[in-house]
């Protein structure tokens, strides 16, 4: 079916930079909407950004002005880029894909195992 990869994760120091990629692969008949996510252990999974197959962005309040998703529909990939990092953004960051594998198969939601991201003070 589908498999997704992230990749990009790392230590950083606050005020730096990284950039996360993520790859969908597999039998893919079209993707929706392809996001990254994060958590921190003991804490829920919360939604860090967004983007449809129209082109339409959504962030997190505590991101915003600071992370840009962007997508490349022709090779599904789905990428983040983090500027300006603090260390609250330390976190296990997820890619999801939400796609189908056959026109007549409802979409469904796909998840990697995540990528560490720490950011130091």
């Known amino acids: 079916q589908v498999q997704v990869v992230e990749s990009g994760g790392g230590l950083v120091q606050a005020g730096g930079s990284l950039r996360l990629s993520c790859k969908a692969s597999?039998?893919?008949?079209?993707?929706?909407?392809m996001g990254w996510y994060r958590q921190v252990t003991g804490n829920e999974r919360e939604l860090v950004a967004t983007t449809t197959s129209g082109g339409s962005t959504d962030y997190a309040d505590a991101v915003k002005g600071r992370f840009t998703i962007s997508r490349d529909n022709a090779n599904h990939v789905v990428s983040l880029q983090m500027g300006s990092l603090k260390p609250e953004d330390t976190a296990v960051y997820f890619c999801s894909i939400e796609a189908k594998y056959a026109s007549w198969i409802p979409a469904l939601r796909y998840w990697g195992k995540g990528t560490q991201v720490t950011v130091s003070s």
């Open positions: 597999g039998t893919i008949f079209s993707i929706n909407d």
